[in-house]
């Protein structure tokens, strides 16, 4: 059963806390399939997604992520990746220095609700060595990772982080 989206959005939290309980595969199976569905400029899809069960690559990832323990300790790691050049191929430069980022970004948002409409915890990751990431998954040339995201049942449910107020972040033009 999945939650109503805009409980969604205001209930997900990043989550750096797992159980050990394994993640069903065909739950994994629709997150991916619910990040496929995520807008991209053009209808591109320049996204390219690599679900990590294995122990030893998951902590691979972990230290290519300034040794973020918590990635490795979860079940299960989704890595985001992007092909540029399938957005440049159609909007040249802002295709793959924009474009390409803001379909995957699109793409990572989605697999963070779902999961959470799932009932599981996940995390955008960013902070990682690209180049260490690529060795550890043998990416094809091309292909840049974009996000870690750890996925699993959370130990704790995190406290909602401060928001600025509206009025700090919106310009209404008439």
Same mark, same amino acid.
Request: aromatic residues 8%; hydrophobic residues 45%; contains cysteine.
């Given at each position: 059963?999945?939650?109503?989206?805009?409980?969604?959005?205001?209930?997900?939290?990043?989550?750096?806390?797992?159980?050990?309980?394994?993640?069903?595969? /065909?739950?994994?199976?629709?997150?991916?399939?619910? /990040?496929?569905?995520?807008?991209?400029?053009?209808?591109?899809?320049?996204?390219?997604?690599?679900?990590?069960?294995?122990?030893?690559?998951?902590?691979?990832?972990?230290?290519?992520?300034?040794?973020?323990?918590?990635?490795?300790?979860?079940?299960?790691?989704?890595?985001?990746?992007?092909?540029?050049?399938?957005?440049?191929?159609?909007?040249?430069?802002?295709?793959?220095?924009?474009?390409?980022?803001?379909?995957?970004?699109?793409?990572?948002?989605?697999?963070?609700?779902s999961a959470f409409g799932y009932?599981?915890?996940?995390?955008?990751?960013?902070?990682?060595?690209?180049?260490?990431?690529?060795?550890?998954?043998?990416?094809?040339?091309?292909?840049?990772?974009?996000?870690?995201?750890?996925?699993?049942?959370?130990?704790?449910?995190?406290?909602?982080?401060?928001?600025?107020?509206?009025?700090?972040?919106?310009?209404v033009l008439e």
């Amino acid at each position: 059963m999945t939650k109503d989206v805009i409980d969604a959005i205001l209930g997900r939290r990043s989550v750096r806390s797992f159980k050990t309980d394994p993640v069903p595969r /065909a739950t994994m199976g629709r997150i991916i399939d619910a /990040a496929r569905w995520a807008p991209s400029a053009g209808n591109v899809q320049p996204w390219q997604f690599f679900v990590v069960y294995n122990d030893g690559k998951k902590q691979e990832l972990a230290a290519a992520a300034s040794n973020q323990t918590f990635v490795s300790q979860a079940p299960v790691v989704i890595v985001v990746c992007v092909k540029p050049e399938m957005c440049g191929a159609r909007y040249r430069e802002r295709g793959r220095k924009l474009y390409a980022i803001q379909d995957s970004a699109a793409a990572v948002q989605n697999i963070l609700l779902s999961a959470f409409g799932y009932g599981l915890g996940s995390c955008w990751v960013g902070a990682f060595d690209e180049t260490l990431v690529m060795e550890a998954l043998e990416l094809p040339s091309g292909t840049i990772p974009v996000a870690l995201i750890p996925v699993g049942y959370p130990a704790e449910e995190p406290v909602p982080p401060a928001r600025r107020p509206v009025e700090e972040i919106v310009q209404v033009l008439e």
